[in-house]
Every structure is written in C-alpha cells, then in structure tokens.
C-alpha cells in the first residue's frame, strides 16, 4: 500500500477575532485598559466566561459596559448544531459550527470515578491516515485557542448544571494538535489556568495525542509542562506504519520513540501508545513481538483499540482471540497493556470516527 501526502499546513481561513480566551491574564488585563476599562473587568469577565455565564449572567458589570467588554472580547465562537447520545446518555457528541461554518465535534464520556471530553484541535485533519475517518476528509483549517477551550467550557458548564464537572481532558478528537502547537499549547494553558483566569484543572488529567511530529515533541518536552502525552503508534516497524501513518515517512518509529521517550524522561510522566488493532494488517503475533522489544523497559502504558468502523473502509477490528493473544504477548514482555473500553461507536464518536458530518447520525 502506497504511503498518502501529508498536508501540515492549515488552508488560509480566517480564525475568528481575537477572543478573551486567546490572551493569557496579563494580556486580558491590558486589553480591558486599553478600552479604558479598570484593569480588575477582566478577571471578572474571565471568571462568568469560564464558568459558561451568558451576558445576561454577567450582574456584577454594569449594563452598558458589559455590553462593551462582550463586543470587544467576547465574540461568537462556535454555534451548538446537534447532541446525540448513546450509552443511556453517558456518552454524548457534538456538532460544532464555527463562525465562518467551520464544522468539528467534541465527545462528552462519564465514568463512575471521571468525566471526560474529547475535544477537536483543527478541522479535519492533514495526517492522512486512512483507518481514520478525520484523516480522510482532510484539512480544513486549524482552530483557535478559544475555539478549543470553548468546547471544554460549554461541556464544563451544562455538567455543572447537574451536579457535575468536567475531569478530564484529552486532544484526542478532530485534528493533529501538535500541528497546530501554539494554539493547543496557550490551550492547555488556558485549562490549566487557577479560576477565575481559567477552569484549574489538574495537569494529570489532561491527555494530548499526537501521530508523532518530532519536532513538535521536543518543543513539547521543553514547555515544563506534565500533561501525558499519548503516541498513536498503530505499527512497530516502518514499513507498515508508512501507510498506516504517513507521517512516519518524515519521522521514522526509532526516532518517534525516541523523542517521546524524551518526554517521559523530563516530564516523568508515563508515555500512552495507542494502537488500533486491524484485521490481519498490524496484529500478527510477530508485531506484537517487536512492539514489546521496542517497549521493554521503559515508562509506558500500551492502550490497544479495537478498530472502529469508518465509511468507505474494509478494514475491521480483530478477532478477539487474536486481540486476547496480543495482550498476553506483551503483557508476557512485561509491558504494562489494556485494550480502551471503547465508547460512542453507535453515534460515530469513537475513536477514528469523526467526521463532523451535518446530516442526522
């Protein structure tokens, strides 16, 4: 099988204008005086926004300058097109319409112990990888920090509405997030932030996953950040993954490995591989042979995926004996392994399934 093209590079469309959650705390504050505002308006501003407050919640500004604050820094985002559910409405998937018709999706999943959201990074995506229905509409642009936070915020706020919050975090859905770095860094940031200038989530439960841009990666490993950083390695030797993963073809298995294992070294944070298991492609006993001998030894945590269905695709998970067999060799390799309790694959919002389709699921 012929390796596809990759496309890093977002097409030249307009991000939306610049938004409270595009600047950190001391730019919100400059930003607020230079309206001739009281610098303390932006914490309070920050503080209804990340909460999930409308306008009309924001009693604490007066009328006419919350009107003026609003119009300055907090312009529309993404518009709430459809929510569909499944798993008696613990699992839940959103279609987003950005300001220019942009189109992404974000997963809500509770747990017993978390609530988690999946959230998109770019529209579409220029990785190419064609189990993945995302990597098969290609790229459409990237989205903006706020664009991004937005959909933890709205999720954050309606889990709060019943009793709950938002957990977790992982950059799991539309997009390759480390192809679009700043954004994604500012982002996780943003997440980070202690409220009132953010939503003070803890770093241990934010996920970011990446095809494995190496560059990206030793930029990551230098943020002094310790969010886990998750590898979607989908084969352990490059004549495969040059198909499976096309970015490979620039960033071969040993050197990706390499700079993620840099990352577990500085971070101390144990690295996730993610491995969709395919029908007679990647899960031959001899790979999972290989995949330990590449693994043995280090800080990582194997998390196998049963391959989700995609339109146009004959491709199909593996047999469960197969499967079973390829957690036991590893497992035997001493590599920590667990196979992803898979969710939303009714409502194509699993993992590889996205495809921010406008028509009813």
């Known amino acids: 099988m012929k390796a596809l093209p990759l496309v890093f590079d977002a097409p030249k469309r307009g991000l939306p204008a610049r938004h409270l959650a595009d600047l950190d705390p001391a730019e919100r504050r400059a930003a607020v005086a230079a309206l001739g505002v009281p610098a303390y308006r932006a914490e309070q501003l920050a503080r209804h926004w990340f909460a999930g407050h409308r306008s009309e919640q924001m009693t604490d500004l007066p009328g006419p300058l919350r009107e003026r604050l609003t119009a300055a820094l907090l312009p529309p985002l993404l518009t709430n097109v459809r929510d569909v559910e499944c798993d008696e409405g613990a ?6 319409r950005g300001h220019d018709g942009t189109l992404v999706e974000s997963v809500l999943m509770r747990y017993t112990d978390r609530t988690t959201v999946c959230v998109s990074s770019q529209a579409g995506c220029g990785m190419a990888c064609p189990f993945c229905a995302t990597g098969q509409a290609g790229l459409t642009r990237n989205l903006s920090t706020a664009e991004i936070v937005e959909q ?4 954050n706020a309606a889990e709060v509405a019943v009793g709950g919050r938002v957990s977790n975090v992982v950059f799991m859905g539309m997009g390759e997030p480390l192809a679009n770095y700043n ?15 953010g939503l003070g989530m803890s770093q241990r439960n934010i996920v970011l996953s990446t095809v494995g841009l190496v560059p990206a990666i030793k930029k990551l490993t230098e943020e002094g950040l310790q969010i886990t950083l998750a590898l979607s390695l989908h084969a352990p030797d490059d004549e495969l993954r040059n198909t499976l993963v096309p970015v490979n073809t620039r960033w071969p298995v040993s050197e990706v490995l390499s700079a993620a294992f840099a990352y577990t070294r500085t971070t101390g944070r144990r ?10 492609v990647n899960d031959q006993p001899f790979r999972a042979d290989l995949l330990a001998k590449r693994l043995k030894g280090k800080l990582v945590h194997v998390n196998l995926i049963p391959l989700n269905p995609t339109p146009g695709s004959d491709w199909d998970a593996s047999p469960k004996p197969v499967e079973r067999e390829f957690v036991r060799r590893l497992r035997a390799a001493g590599v920590n392994t667990t196979v992803r309790d898979t969710r939303g694959r009714e409502i194509a919002g699993a993992c590889g399934q996205l495809s921010a389709a406008e028509a009813p699921v």
């Open 91 to 96: 699992t839940r998937k959103t279609l987003w």
């Open 271 to 280: 690295l996730s591989i993610e491995y969709a298991l395919i029908r007679d």
């Open 152 to 155: 933890v915020v709205a999720a």
């Open 183 to 197: 954004r994604v860094i500012a982002a996780v940031r943003r997440l980070l932030d202690p409220v009132p200038h």
